[in-house]
């Protein structure tokens, strides 16, 4: 009896396989909207991926850049997109766990209205100053706000987006007072460092690694655990001034709830070819990125346990929306 069920087991995956094959899926671009500026840390990563994905599915996976209200807007059109592949997100964990706990009402539910798909990297961070600014390290600008209470200007991508919450979470940890700027994606927020608009920010090392090296932005800090080996020079930011303080974000690919299962296990399994690459995986690292790649269930997991961390660190800390 056991070997017949065995038998239908076998049968019934075949038939499983057999129907997802038939799809033919794609058979047309999927559009991965990525609901942040061009050129930011995840926009730069999606790029490199979505590149790979497109030449081994034989369909171009077209990036979309729709910026605006730290993200909200392009999770929205994710969240209402048809389930059926062919629209998916690439987000930062901001999108998907700060402003949940920041925004009382949403249009959508991280948790409800999305499949996941993948963790593709982890975003490293520095903090960044404008040429002109005396500070050296992230003691130097503690110091600085001290002295000077809100009299310093800080950069981010918008309300409730990484680099605001960043900020705040140093600020409040260093006990001090900065101004916070808000601007319409990462990249003009470090354009306006480097111009001297804002003194300094927190950002991705992918959004302002070529400023760095082009010498128009000093990078100060990082805010990984050790060094980083592409900027072996620059301390951390909890080895300068302030011990303790880590942070980064992340890219993960989304799907809008009810995609086909099949079809995620697919875009997952893309992922990780992608991922494996060495080619890939050098322009990634090169961004200031680490590599991971996860299940569509290890994604779960991670998003509903980074809610439960922000919603606790944005209580502690008292982070508003202004």
């Keep these: 009896m056991s070997a017949f069920y065995r038998m ?113 990297a982890t975003v490293e961070w520095g903090l960044v100053a404008n040429n002109n600014a005396p500070y050296k390290n992230a003691g130097d600008l503690i110091a600085a706000a001290k002295t000077e209470p809100g009299k310093i200007f800080y950069g981010s991508g918008g309300n409730g987006s990484p680099q605001h919450i960043a900020m705040a979470l140093f600020a409040s940890n260093a006990g001090i007072t900065l101004t916070h700027v808000p601007y319409k994606g990462a990249t003009q927020a470090a354009l306006d460092v480097a111009s001297g608009q804002v ?52 890219f993960a690919i989304m799907a809008p709830a009810g995609t086909p299962t099949d079809i995620i296990t697919r875009l997952n399994a893309e992922i990780a070819k992608a991922l494996a690459d060495p080619e890939v995986r050098e322009k990634l690292i090169a961004q200031g990125l680490t590599v991971r790649g996860t299940s569509p269930q290890e994604l779960g997991t991670a998003t509903r346990d980074q809610l439960a961390k922000y919603a606790r660190l944005i209580k502690q800390s008292n982070i508003t929306l202004e």
């Design 199 to 250: 003194q300094v920010a927190f950002q991705g090392i992918a959004t302002v690694a070529s400023l760095v090296r082009g010498g128009k932005l000093k990078l100060i800090g990082v805010t990984t655990r050790a060094r980083l080996p592409q900027f072996a020079d620059v301390p951390t930011v909890a080895e300068s001034g302030l011990p303790g303080f880590e942070f980064n974000s992340w």
């Design 8 to 120: 239908l087991g076998a049968f019934a995956l075949c038939t499983t396989l057999n129907a997802s094959a038939q799809t033919g899926y794609p058979s047309r671009p999927i559009h991965m909207i990525v609901p942040l500026a061009a050129a930011s840390a995840v926009d730069n990563a999606a790029r490199i991926v979505a590149q790979h994905m497109s030449m081994n599915m034989g369909q171009q996976v077209v990036i979309e850049n729709m910026p605006g209200a730290s993200g909200l807007i392009g999770a929205e059109r994710v969240a209402k997109s048809a389930p059926d592949g062919y629209t998916i997100g690439g987000f930062n964990d901001s999108i998907m766990t700060m402003l949940p706990n920041l925004y009382p009402k949403m249009s959508w539910d991280i948790l409800k209205d999305f499949e996941p798909v993948s963790l593709v």
